[in-house]
């Protein structure tokens, strides 16, 4: 009698061993890896498609006003010295301007040709805030010795002293500390023009109000930190 197990049409047998059974189990299924395939790449496609469709926040642009040269500070803005100018908005810093309305605004430092115009480049409220904090005010100031404009730049910090200026022998005092630069006016570009330069400074609202009811009756200097 044929004892031999029976087998299938691909030669394996219908009633196999433990041996077989595990040799099959470990045996790659050619049928399993093909579909396998199949969905992997058909995922690729649908996941190619989403990236191809979804927006780049990297190529994202935005209009800001840029400077068409290199401007001073103290100079008021026209039209012939900013445009605007479409920028990728990945590379913009925080309060650029988004449209021309600064025309006619005040420099509050020098900006390059190129340079994006932020509200910490012009006299405005925020920028008295982004000096001196919330709440700031700024207040100008004709000095005793109008050279001192010369040594001092945007951003320095310095100390007001006044002494009455009908009292040859008054004894200065301190008016007030730790005031923040945010413009020194320029030197006026034709002779005979009128040289009163100011400094304006930005400071508490407190210090500030203080400060510019001492400029009225007292003469003001400023010692740099």
Known sequence: MDTAPYRDRMGESLNP??????SRALRPDFTR???????????????????????DPAGAVQSVAVA??????????????????????????????TDLSIIGTTL???????????????LNPRLAGLSAGPDARV???????????????????????GAASTD??????????????VLVSPKPKTLGASNERVVLVALPAPAAHT???????????????
Request: proline share 5%; no cysteine.
């Open 211 to 225: 400060l510019a009811g001492a400029t009225l009756v007292q003469t003001v200097t400023v010692t740099i930190h």
């Open 108 to 122: 509050a430092g020098p900006v390059r040709r190129g340079e994006v115009i932020t509200d910490a480049r012009v």
């Open 17 to 22: 061993t433990l041996l077989e059974r595990v």
């Open 139 to 161: 207040v100008p100031l004709h000095l005793a010795d109008a050279a001192v404009l010369d040594l001092i730049r945007t951003g320095d910090v310095v100390d007001i002293l």
């Open 68 to 97: 068409l040269r290199d401007l001073s500070p103290g100079a008021s803005l026209t039209a012939d010295d900013i445009r605007l100018e479409k920028r990728s908005a990945a590379t913009l810093p925080d309060g650029a301007h």
């Open 168 to 181: 040859t022998e008054a004894r200065p005092k301190v008016v007030a500390t730790n005031a923040v630069v």
């Open 33 to 55: 890896t093909v579909v396998a395939r199949h969905i992997a790449a058909g995922f690729l496609v649908v996941l190619a498609g989403i990236v191809a469709l979804r927006p």
